[in-house]
């Protein structure tokens, strides 16, 4: 694992958009594999910045999400579909039809759990993947106890996970219980992996992973030891024990 420190958020949004950037610039074809939550949002921003002012392309790039609740309409204010197209999308040369984000709403959601895979395996399968890390270890919405080997399913959400989300909604109770989420295995398959981690409220995770080091199901996030091309970038505050235990 490589592991880039920034300085701060700002800093980690700045490092991990010129890190995608120059993969899109390398490839004009990208598959790029997406991910929702607090931690890329700044990363997003430095990315419509550069294309605002480099003029980036992404005409050809295609994107693929990690994940989407259940139940929740891909124009609901609350769906990862919503967030994507506010937070990137809309301000990107991308076209909207290149952009793949699972149907929560689908009637058969197995369905669409296997039709997902088939259409990430019909790209080439995903060249670069951007993933977050939970509190609890969980990439994707792959919470603890998640095989390795899991491919797109539907997962039900761990209530530290539903808690940590619940600042999108009005209250608890409008947040999903279920979601779709890209397996362990079909992560594992990205040909390359860039983790965002920030804040000192990640640093216990971060702890888990970089020091203890030890491949457990119960802590997801350790499947990617397996990986051969995984960066992290994280700031300073989410390195903090990390570098606490290594020095003492
Ligand atoms: C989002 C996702 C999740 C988040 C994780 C961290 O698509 O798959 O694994 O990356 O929950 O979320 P934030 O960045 O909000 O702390």
Redesign the pocket.
Known sequence: MNIIEAKDYQDLSIKAAQYIIKNVRHNPNLVLGL?????PKGTYEQMIKDFQQNNTSYQYVKTIN??EYVGLAKDDLNS?STFMNEHLFNHIDIPHSQTYIPNGMAKDLHNECAQYDRLIHSLGGVDLQL????HNG????NEPNTSFKTRTHIVKLASS?RNANERFFQDINEVPNYAITMGIQTILESKEILLLVSGKGKAKAVQKLLVEKNRCEQFPASSLYAHPHVTIIADKAALSLTFERKES
């Open positions: 991910a929702t939550g607090s931690t990690l994940d990862y993933l977050g890390i939970g969980h990439i994707g919405f996970t």
